[in-house]
Structure formats: C-alpha cells, structure tokens
C-alpha cells in the first residue's frame, strides 16, 4: 500500500491517524475488533476532535482525558484501559507505517482494575498561593498565575476557561455564566471577592475594544483559534511548576484539573452544602461531587467544634 506522506509531521491529525489505522489495521478493519476500535479511539474524537495535531499527544494530555472519561462517564478503570490501548495502537501503528516522523511519547500509565479509581491530589491553600508566586515571579507569567488562581477559586475546567468571553461575567450580579457544551450542561459560579479585581481589568480590556467576545484568557496563549492547542499550553506550563519547581511526583495523581477538585475540597471543608456545591461544579449527581472532595484534618476539626451535645 501506499501511503499519503506528510510534508511536515506536525500538520499530521488524530482523525487522519485514526482513519488510517481503522481502514488498513487487520485487527480494526472488521467483526467485534472493529466495533471495539471505533468505541474506544471515538473517545479521544469526543473530548479533542478529529483535527487535534497527533504531536500534541502527550501523557499530561492523556491524564487529564482518562480523568475526564472517569468522572464524566464514570466508567472503570478496564474501560480507561481500553481507551489508552486504542490511543497507543494508533499512534505506534501509524509510526510503523512511516506517517509520524517523530519520536513517540513513553507509554501511556495504564490503571491498576482491580483496585477503584485514582484518588486525585487536591492542592492546600499555602500551595495554590505557592504556584502562583512561582507563575508571576519565576516564569515572569501574569497570565498563568491569573488562570491557577481563577481555576481554584472557580472549578472551571480548562477549556471552559480558555473560551470564556467577558460577555458572560455578569458583574452586577457577581457570577460567570459557564456556557454549556457537549455532555455539560450551563450554569452559573458566583465570583469570589479576590477575583474581581483581575475579571473587571480583563473585561474592561475586551469591552473598551469593542470586542465583548473577545476571551478573557484565551487570547493569552497565541492568536490561534484552536482552543484544545491552546488548554495544552496551559497544562505544559502548569506541569512545569508542578515538576520542575515544586518537586511534586509525576506519577498521574498532579494534574491541572486537580485545581477542580481542590475547589471542591476547600468548599466543603468549609462547610457548603453538597448540592450547591455540585451546581457551581455542573455535575449531574451528588456522588460525583462528593468523589471530587477530599478530606482534610482542617475540615474535620471544624466540623468536630460545630457538633453540639
């Protein structure tokens, strides 16, 4: 056979991978083994789309799906096994067949299934105020140190943040409208006092231009329109705080979405109710909520002090 060659490798995309191994790969191409093929690999089109460049497939990358996938669809770890052996299969087919040039990221951390799911780190506060210091003052980077802060403070994912415009900050009645998307439903976060500050700044920028759709992040990371490029910057950058300045373990458990959860924690452990809670997070059950929280030693002795005998 012969194949289509790429005049550069990193114009090559996932749906181009993906198409390539389900029309040509044996064990893709027909009976059960197909239909499996298209379900799990389908998952990588649902959250990043056929045009995400293969290049940017990377483990942090992949972490945060595999979380995503779990907390979304709350499938099992064999399922999210499945999904990275569709993802890998891919990627090292199309490297055999010469379609990527380049080198192949390691191999993808699979989930131990005969234990339940990864329990996600969450950040303390001293932490959070930490990475921020690291973002402005070391990496000389407002613009990240603005996104950590408003993550922690807002459980918005990284997408959501990243295509957030200043149409949908209602400043007088302190809230960001979140729009929904595909599997998410809309919904509305109060905005936390220290916020308002940086938001009226960003908004007033974008509406002085006349320009209200204009992100109020997303224009930080490049001028390209492609969202998922840009939340990958994002994570790249995150990751170096988390790794090379903090020293935490990459080990799965410390990923940009933990600032979702670290939301979550810190909201409980100071006493708001779960189903508030679960609106301002957008999920569709408690027991997701409730999975998202952590306990911590702070929270448990303000909720022993509160208890009356």
């Given at each position: 056979?012969?194949?289509?060659?790429?005049?550069?490798?990193?114009s090559l995309t996932w749906g181009e991978c993906r198409d390539h191994t389900l029309r040509t790969l044996d064990t893709w191409r027909h009976g059960g083994g197909r239909e499996s093929a298209i379900l799990y690999s389908g998952y990588f089109n649902e959250y990043q789309g056929e045009g995400f460049p293969v290049h940017r497939i990377t483990k942090p990358l992949m972490t945060e799906l595999c979380i995503q996938l779990e907390e979304d669809k709350g499938i099992k770890n064999s399922t999210i096994n499945r999904f990275i052996s569709a993802v890998s299969t891919v990627l090292k087919y199309c490297k055999d067949e010469d379609m990527?040039?380049?080198?192949?990221?390691?191999?993808?951390?699979?989930?131990?299934?005969?234990?339940?799911?990864?329990?996600?780190?969450?950040?303390?506060?001293?932490?959070?105020?930490e990475m921020e210091h690291i973002a402005r003052n070391v990496m000389c980077n407002d613009n990240l140190g603005d996104i950590i802060k408003f993550a922690a403070l807002t459980g918005m994912r990284i997408d959501e943040i990243i295509k957030l415009p200043a149409w949908r900050v209602d400043f007088n009645l302190r809230v960001i409208n979140v729009e929904g998307t595909k599997g998410y439903d809309p919904r509305t976060i109060p905005i936390h006092a220290s916020l308002m500050p940086t938001l009226i700044s960003r908004c007033e920028d974008c509406t002085d231009k006349g320009q209200p759709d204009v992100k109020i992040f997303g224009n930080d990371w490049g001028k390209s329109?492609?969202?998922?490029?840009?939340?990958?910057?994002?994570?790249?950058?995150f990751n170096n705080i988390?790794?090379?300045?903090?020293?935490?373990?990459?080990?799965?458990?410390y990923v940009f979405h933990c600032l979702r959860h670290t939301f979550a924690t810190w909201h409980l452990a100071q006493g708001t109710p779960p189903l508030e809670l679960m609106a301002m997070l957008g999920h569709k059950n408690l027991a997701t909520t409730l999975e998202y929280a952590h306990a911590t030693s702070e929270g448990q002795r303000a909720a022993q002090d509160k208890l009356e005998y």
């Open positions: 056979m012969t194949l289509k060659k790429h005049s550069m490798a990193k990527i040039k380049f080198d192949l990221p390691t191999p993808f951390k699979r989930r131990n299934e005969k234990k339940g799911k990864t329990k996600r780190k969450y950040f303390t506060k001293d932490q959070v105020k329109d492609n969202r998922k490029s840009k939340a990958d910057a994002v994570r790249n950058q988390l790794f090379r300045y903090m020293k935490l373990p990459d080990d799965g458990r």
